[in-house]
């Protein structure tokens, strides 16, 4: 991923080639937490069919999104408060970020002080509502229907054959759903 033309996350050349081997033999679709901007800055997935990106809230068909999911995913945000849950994660202890609205879908910020941001969110946020989740110093709050899993779903429901086999992989408890 590029930022201000510097390279902010990588891959070694090795993995490259070996993704794009991968890729010349099975259909993939990147399923990610970050925003359609800073998707759209890693050049190696610019030409994917599908992609999944803002945690599940958005479906990408050849680089534009596809209004079906983002007509239900619109419908799904309207029994949601992102407004007054930014305002919970402006008083999280520690922030190294100011908290922050992701393309109108989830609360994303930063602290040095997550355990205490965990107990703060546990007695602020209801978890049936939210999902709550802490990758480091990145602390989220994401819709309980936003996710990968749900937009993963979609695809294959809507757009793959049936008999394909699906396999995903990922590191977090963001990516469970697939």
């Not at 190294?96 to 946020?125: H, N, Q, T, W």
Request: with cysteine; net charge negative.
């Amino acid at each position: 991923e590029y930022y201000n033309g510097r390279p902010v996350t990588y891959m070694t050349y090795s993995s490259i080639e070996m993704l794009k081997h991968l890729m010349s033999k099975i259909f993939i679709i990147p399923v990610t937490t970050r925003s359609i901007t800073q998707f759209k800055r890693i050049e190696f997935f610019s030409s994917t069919e599908y992609a999944i990106v803002d945690n599940g809230g958005v479906i990408l068909h050849d680089g534009i999104v596809y209004p079906e999911w983002s007509n239900y995913i619109q419908s799904i945000l309207k029994e949601y408060d992102l407004d007054g849950t930014c305002e919970i994660f402006c008083n999280l202890p520690g922030l190294i970020s100011p908290p922050k609205i992701v393309d109108g879908k989830f609360v994303f910020a930063k602290s040095d002080e997550i355990d205490m941001c965990r107990k703060y969110l546990e007695d602020k946020l209801d978890s049936k509502i939210w999902q709550v989740s802490f990758q480091g110093k990145k602390i989220y709050a994401i819709p309980n229907e936003i996710t990968k899993g749900n937009a993963l779903r979609f695809i294959c429901e809507n757009s793959l054959p049936d008999n394909q086999l699906i396999v995903s992989a990922g590191d977090s408890n963001l990516d469970i759903s697939m």
